[in-house]
């Protein structure tokens, strides 16, 4: 692949004016005082048992305490581990049963982003709750494409409060296509996850969720990357990529590296893009997901390049020595295909409206026993996703499906960002934009829709739908309702459910609704 003969895309495609930053609560990142410390790199979790065709796992959600800063360590939660979680691998074809596992203190649940599984219950959202010391055990089995996923705790109205604790960790499917690529893949190697988050610490290193908490989406002062607070990592090949995962509650990434240093993207959610995309800049809104491979073929050992996010540095790469690499990114990576649409059907319509506690997806807060739309199993339909905010006083907003990847059609019926051609399970709707995407459900169930922006869907800009079959179009899910979450929750909390106070649910209050 020759950059000659391909655009260099050095603007972030999306809304200038509706970047975070021009947020009345927005809240500036500042470089810690702190030393710099190496990336801290997942490692990848090991199979209880494995066969041919099955795979047994145990992801556990465990508190812990963390050394992130000098001095005392940081109370944390983490999957198998006390914060964040090792790298899970799936691959396509595989059946796995996964046991999972809650230590704890109060009940969560575990959403596989990206994973194209049934739903409600093995996707993990709000209606798949896992108490403490009760551990359940599902079964599915993996086919799609290889693509960077991640899996976090989903349980509403409490998916900020775990998230910002520490429980998000990185999912990778692999497949034989993707394996039979000149790209990267030595891990930990030449191919790394990138978690992006971004925490306040207090003067006992501790976080304060509830007060930092913005209904409009809660941000911190410090970036941590993987974990890790001003990380280095040291480049040993001349080629390294990067699986970039937006895990924050609310910050965008701005991403762009010194000497303007071209990104080759390759993937983006849902896995390989059609063809290679050169970028020297790349924004990512919460959720998504961005692979890219950078080349290091003009520097020496001894050099540094560093990763900013608008003007802040977040990571740097000291370059060390390397054996030449001479390999190419193939032109074609992946064939990105979907059934056509009858020209007849309904065209779905969500309409995300609002901000701060005014959020909203058509006119409606989040019914945690309401089912808002449905679709037939197996058959594509368009769905049009329109932000309504003003153009210069909104947000862009990403909107997330669970069930599955979609494709971008248009935006406010032009083409979709350049490095947006593959398959997307979220996808940032700038204000006053409506996008048109593709959307087909493989299996069934009770699945969520939402703003990605993690306190806006726990205030209430979400909805479920249901996907249906043809011989049982009504079927009956045991849905989690209000007042067994509550129960719950009061009990673990060790207080009454009038005691108790969910910062989300201001939001329901403010707007004179509940989550029934």
């Given at each position: 692949m020759s950059e000659e003969k391909q655009p260099i895309y050095d603007k972030y495609f999306f809304n200038e004016s509706a970047y975070d930053y021009h947020d009345g609560g927005y809240i500036p990142l500042e470089v810690a005082d702190v030393?710099?410390?190496?990336?801290?790199?997942?490692?990848?979790?090991k199979p209880d048992k494995e066969t041919e065709t099955d795979v047994w796992y145990t992801v556990e959600a465990e508190p812990g305490e963390t050394q992130i800063l000098p001095g005392k360590k940081t109370k944390t939660w983490g999957y198998n581990q006390s914060l964040l979680g090792p790298t899970i691998v799936y691959?396509?074809?595989?059946?796995?049963?996964?046991?999972?596992?809650?230590?704890?203190?109060?009940?969560?649940?575990?959403?596989?982003?990206?994973?194209?599984?049934?739903?409600?219950?093995?996707?993990?959202?709000?209606?798949?709750?896992?108490?403490?010391?009760?551990?359940?055990?599902?079964?599915f089995k993996v086919d799609q494409p290889a693509a960077t996923l991640w899996l976090h705790a989903h349980p509403c109205p409490e998916t900020g409060w775990d998230v910002w604790h520490g429980l998000a960790a990185p999912v990778v499917v692999t497949d034989k296509h993707e394996a039979s690529l000149p790209l990267p893949r030595n891990y930990g190697v030449d191919d790394i996850p990138v978690i992006l988050q971004d925490r306040t610490f207090d003067d006992n290193n501790q976080w304060n969720y509830d007060k930092d908490y913005d209904p409009d989406g809660t941000e911190g002062k410090t970036a941590l990357i993987n974990g890790t607070v001003n990380p280095t990592f040291d480049v040993t090949t001349q080629k390294l990529r990067l699986r970039f995962l937006d895990g924050s509650n609310r910050r965008e990434w701005r991403l762009h590296l010194s000497d303007d240093l071209v990104m080759t993207q390759i993937a983006s959610d849902g896995g390989l893009l059609p063809e290679p995309v050169l970028l020297k800049k790349l924004m990512l809104t919460c959720a998504?997901?961005?692979?890219?491979?950078?080349?290091?073929?003009?520097?020496?050992?001894?050099?540094?390049?560093?990763?900013?996010t608008d003007d802040v540095p977040i990571l740097k790469f000291n370059i060390k020595a390397f054996t030449p690499d001479t390999t190419e990114i193939p032109q074609h990576l992946a064939d990105i295909t979907y059934p056509d649409v009858d020209k007849n059907a309904l065209v779905h319509q969500v309409v995300m409206s609002g901000t701060d506690e005014a959020?909203?997806?058509?006119?409606?807060?989040?019914?945690?026993?309401?089912?808002?739309?449905?679709?037939e199993l197996g058959v594509a339909e368009y769905w049009d996703?329109?932000?309504?905010?003003?153009?210069?006083?909104?947000?862009?907003?990403?909107?997330?499906?669970?069930?599955?990847?979609?494709?971008?059609?248009?935006?406010?019926?032009?083409?979709?960002?350049?490095?947006?051609?593959?398959?997307?399970d979220t996808v940032g709707v700038n204000p006053g934009e409506t996008v048109r995407v593709k959307m087909r459900f493989n299996y069934p169930g009770i699945f969520m829709y939402h703003c990605h922006i993690i306190e806006h869907e726990d205030g209430g800009m979400m909805a479920q739908m249901q996907v249906y079959t043809k011989d049982d179009p009504h079927k009956k899910y045991?849905?989690?309702?209000?007042?067994?979450?509550?129960?719950?929750?009061?009990?673990?909390?060790?207080?009454?459910v009038d005691q108790l106070h969910l910062k989300s649910l201001d939001s329901y209050k403010a707007m004179g609704m509940d989550m029934c």
């Open positions: 030393p710099e410390s190496k990336l801290n790199i997942p490692s990848v979790l691959k396509s074809g595989k059946t796995y049963h996964v046991t999972l596992k809650n230590s704890l203190p109060e009940l969560t649940t575990f959403h596989w982003h990206g994973l194209d599984v049934p739903g409600p219950y093995i996707d993990g959202g709000c209606h798949a709750p896992v108490y403490p010391n009760q551990p359940k055990e599902i079964t998504e997901r961005a692979e890219v491979v950078l080349d290091f073929k003009d520097y020496k050992p001894g050099d540094q390049v560093t990763l900013y959020v909203m997806i058509n006119g409606k807060k989040f019914g945690m026993m309401r089912i808002d739309d449905r679709q996703i329109t932000n309504t905010n003003d153009c210069c006083g909104g947000m862009v907003h990403p909107y997330h499906t669970h069930g599955g990847s979609f494709k971008i059609i248009s935006r406010n019926g032009e083409a979709p960002y350049p490095n947006e051609l593959g398959y997307k045991k849905l989690m309702d209000m007042d067994t979450l509550l129960n719950a929750l009061a009990k673990e909390r060790h207080c009454t």
